[in-house]
Nanobody, 119 residues
Framework: QVQLVESGGGLVQAGGSLRLSCAAS????????MGWYRQAPGKQRELVAT???????NYADSVKGRFTISRDNAKNTVYLQMNSLKPEDTAVYYC?????????????WGQGTQVTVAS
């Protein structure tokens, strides 16, 4: 099993910044994709950004140029630096880990951390 623990959410004014962290523990495949997803009230969960073990990244168009995903493989930790935050970024942010090459059936999820951006 894999456990994911997020931290770093909170309340921030529009234009501000937050940094989310997610530490993974347990039986972690060395080749994996870690990422962040978010879910706003009344909306479906959506991809924010992912990064694989080789540090290749992928971003949602809505966050490109504002958010940066990174990882520390030695610490099994992924980070999401969020700058120029907008009220529409308000959501619960979830950390995700998937062994590389596997389907969503192999996904592991964190408990989520609330990000609220005030206008």
């Amino acid at each position: 099993q894999v456990q994911l623990v997020e931290s770093g959410g909170g309340l921030v004014q529009a234009g501000g910044s937050l940094r989310l962290s997610c530490a993974a523990s347990g039986r972690i495949f060395s080749l994996n994709v870690m990422g962040w997803y978010r879910q706003a009230p009344g909306k479906q969960r959506e991809l924010v950004a992912t990064i694989n073990s080789g540090r290749s990244t992928n971003y949602a168009d809505s966050v490109k140029g504002r958010f940066t995903i990174s990882r520390d493989n030695a610490k099994n930790t992924v980070y999401l630096q969020m700058n120029s935050l907008k009220p529409e970024d308000t959501a619960v942010y979830y950390c995700n880990l998937r062994p590389m090459g596997r389907t969503t059936n192999y996904d592991f999820w964190g408990q989520g951390t609330q990000v609220t951006v005030a206008s």
